[in-house]
């Protein structure tokens, strides 16, 4: 999965090291100055052509642009900070990211709440459940209750 986060800053960063500005490589790629901002910004990357020009642009590899040999590290007292939501959950579900879940569970939105919990249901994930299932709510408890997951 790719942070998009991460990759937008790594855009700002070859193109502040080669002294140009946004306007400077939408003209090249021929896009609008508004997109290359909203890929800065991690709200989307460029796609895969667009990539491929960028790094000829930057002198850059592929995997270098997109942060692929990167080893995820998070914050604990803030997970999200500066990364994609969704890349966040995915990485500690999948195992990519390590985290104590009964630390940072209340960081996770609803939605995310129970993507973790169905990952650990289905046994994707392992957490101390002792020390999670506190911190859940009566609705999040029945539903690992339900599923024989505690």
């Known amino acids: 999965m790719i942070d998009f986060f991460k990759v937008g800053k790594k ?3 070859c193109r502040k090291e080669r002294g140009m500005t ?3 490589i939408a003209d090249r790629l021929f896009v609008s100055r508004q997109l290359v901002s909203k890929w ?4 989307g990357v460029p796609s895969i052509d667009v990539l491929l020009e960028l790094c000829k642009l930057f002198h850059v590899t592929f995997e ?3 942060c692929l040999d990167d080893k995820p590290s998070i914050d604990p007292h803030d997970i999200f900070r500066d990364r994609d939501r969704l890349f966040v959950v995915q990485s500690i579900i999948d195992g990519q990211i390590q985290v104590a879940l009964p630390d940072v ?3 996770f939105s609803p939605i995310e709440r129970m993507m973790v919990l169905r990952a650990i249901k289905e046994k994707r994930l392992s957490a101390d459940m002792a020390e999670l299932f506190p911190k859940l709510t009566p609705g999040e408890q029945n539903f690992l209750r339900k599923e024989g997951t505690v």
Do not use: H, P, S, V
């Open 22 to 24: 946004q306007d400077d």
């Open 64 to 66: 270098e642009l997109l």
């Open 11 to 13: 855009i700002t960063i």
């Open 40 to 43: 800065e910004n991690g709200a």
């Open 105 to 107: 569970f209340y960081q």
